[in-house]
């Protein structure tokens, strides 16, 4: 099932264009192609006044896990276990200053398979605390480790 339409530019670097996520930086583009499984997913929040109802998940690849967040519909059509490709999109900090992964506008999301993919909980790339690059101003740079795990999805114990 695919969602959020729009024609998401090529890039992304990695192997075959396909970004990983220990990768991502925080960028105001979209410019993350990348494939994951989602391994928790919050229930889906009360219907907001005026607001497109927002759900996050837990996602992760072989080399690092993220916060995901689903949009509208996507809230619905993805579950623990679903493998997702990603096209176009953005890795930012969205409401309440949390750094997460999310298709955004122009981005695509769409599920490719399920249960069959390799995986690490660690590091939590949404869970990095990120400043400006001396050197330039323009890029971001890891500064320290809030959590290694996911402090919204803990582990189990």
């Known amino acids: 099932m695919a969602h959020k339409g729009g024609d998401a530019p090529p890039t992304g670097g990695g192997r075959n264009g ?9 960028a105001a583009t979209n410019t993350v192609n990348t494939t994951f499984i989602v391994l928790d997913k919050a229930a889906r929040p009360a219907h907001a006044h005026g607001r497109e109802e927002t759900c996050l ?6 080399t690092a896990a993220a916060h995901f967040l689903l949009w509208g519909a996507e809230c619905d059509a993805f579950e623990p276990g679903d493998i997702v490709r990603l096209t176009g999109g953005i890795f930012s900090y969205h409401r309440g200053n949390s750094l997460v992964l999310r298709a955004g506008k122009r981005g695509r999301v769409e599920k490719v398979g399920e249960f069959t993919m390799l ?19 323009r890029k971001m740079v890891q500064e320290a480790v809030v ?3 996911s402090q919204v999805f803990k582990p189990p114990h």
Request: hydrophobic residues 40%; negative net charge; aromatic residues 8%.
């Open 57 to 62: 998940s837990l996602v992760a690849d072989e």
């Open 18 to 26: 396909i970004m990983q996520l220990k990768d991502l930086v925080p």
């Open 119 to 137: 995986f690490v909980e660690t590091p939590n790339m949404s869970e990095l605390r990120w400043g400006r690059d001396p050197a330039d101003p």
């Open 147 to 149: 959590s290694h795990y």
